[in-house]
């Protein structure tokens, strides 16, 4: 029997310990798959978030999906290009998922353990210096951001470092792992 992704409007997220299983995620990432959207195919198309490892400003390490198919990958982010392996085939964005797929692991630091990635979705999106406090800085774009350990004020706002300094950022504003 095949797992099936649960999705949430247009994003999604995997989170059933069984397809963590399937993934070959450590029990304690197994919401690491972010849905980003249908391919020009029509395959639904996830990023492993937990894979994501930044080898320099350029090349960028990861692992997507086209349904249930895993793909290892390195994203060329100065060609907006990503090669796949161990064909070595060179891909371009064809659909807004794989546009997404680019902005997501071009914009994300390196997946670190004891955080977790989230991706500002809708944009522009304000990071304060504590929940409802002065605005640190905006994010204008669709990217990954980092989310520090830990949550804070009822699990309405969540610590991140996405300004180069502490801050949080409202619930409303991401969709995470």
Not at 127 to 151: D, K, S, W, Y
Request: with cysteine.
């Amino acid at each position: 029997m095949k797992p099936k992704f649960c999705e949430f409007t247009t994003l999604a997220w995997v989170a059933s310990p069984l397809i963590a299983l399937f993934w070959g995620l450590p029990s304690q990432a197994q919401n690491c798959n972010y849905f980003l959207g249908k391919a020009v195919g029509g395959q639904n198309v996830f990023v492993n978030l937990c894979s994501i490892e930044r080898i320099n400003n350029r090349s960028v390490n990861f692992t997507y999906s086209l349904e249930n198919e895993r793909i290892s990958s390195q994203a060329n982010c100065a060609a907006w290009s990503w090669t796949t392996f161990p064909e070595q085939a060179v891909n371009y964005p064809q659909s807004q998922a794989t546009e997404d797929l680019m902005k997501v692991v071009c914009t994300a630091p390196s997946f670190t353990p004891g955080t977790s990635l989230a991706v500002v979705f809708d944009p522009p999106s304000n990071v304060r210096n504590r929940p409802n406090g002065e605005v640190l800085c905006t994010v204008r774009e669709f990217r990954a951001i980092q989310l520090q350990a830990g949550m804070a004020s009822g699990r309405e706002w969540y610590p991140t470092n996405a300004c180069g300094t502490p801050g949080f950022i409202h619930r409303s504003q991401i969709r995470f792992n």
